[in-house]
């Protein structure tokens, strides 16, 4: 089911994205997933740089949540060897966006990544979260996600 509402939303889950740093890209522990900050990565290059609402729009700020919701999944589906059915449900979502002190639209950014969460896993994609601004974020990078997932 969750595959072909991924299918439908003609989005590609890529293989998991390679760490860019001394970490491991998910944890599990006992029934809980927790997902590393994922970023803008695609096919192995940053997409998004920069501050949201200064060197990139508003909207390039919510497909930069999405593809790091893109990663998270990918990082998921890894943890849980590719069956869907030991997904229980997302907990939360830590969201982080690179802005300036008079940037006030977190929430609208990181709403990208929660959509699509609930877009693909119904009410299972609902979840708990922040959405924070930072000002600057790793190989300058325009948004941070990382999530808690609850599997059987």
């Not at 508003?58 to 998921?76: Q, R, S, T, V």
Request: net charge negative.
């Amino acid at each position: 089911m969750f595959e072909e509402n991924i299918k439908q939303l003609g989005i590609e889950i890529p293989d998991m994205p390679t760490p860019l740093a001394n970490y491991v890209p998910f944890k599990l522990s006992d029934n809980i997933v927790y997902i590393s900050g994922q970023g803008p990565v695609k096919n192995g290059e940053l997409a998004y740089k920069g501050k949201v609402g200064d060197d990139i729009t508003l909207e390039d700020g919510i497909k930069a949540a999405e593809l790091c919701c893109i990663n998270i999944i990918a990082a998921l589906k890894k943890s849980i060897n590719g069956d869907w059915n030991r997904l229980d449900n997302f907990l939360k979502l830590g969201g982080f966006v690179n802005c300036n002190n008079n940037f006030y639209e977190q929430p609208k950014i990181i709403n990208g990544a929660s959509d699509l969460l609930v877009s693909i896993f119904g009410e299972q994609g609902r979840h708990a979260r922040f959405a924070v601004g930072s000002n600057a974020l790793p190989m300058n990078i325009s948004v941070e996600i990382d999530a808690i997932v609850k599997i059987k």
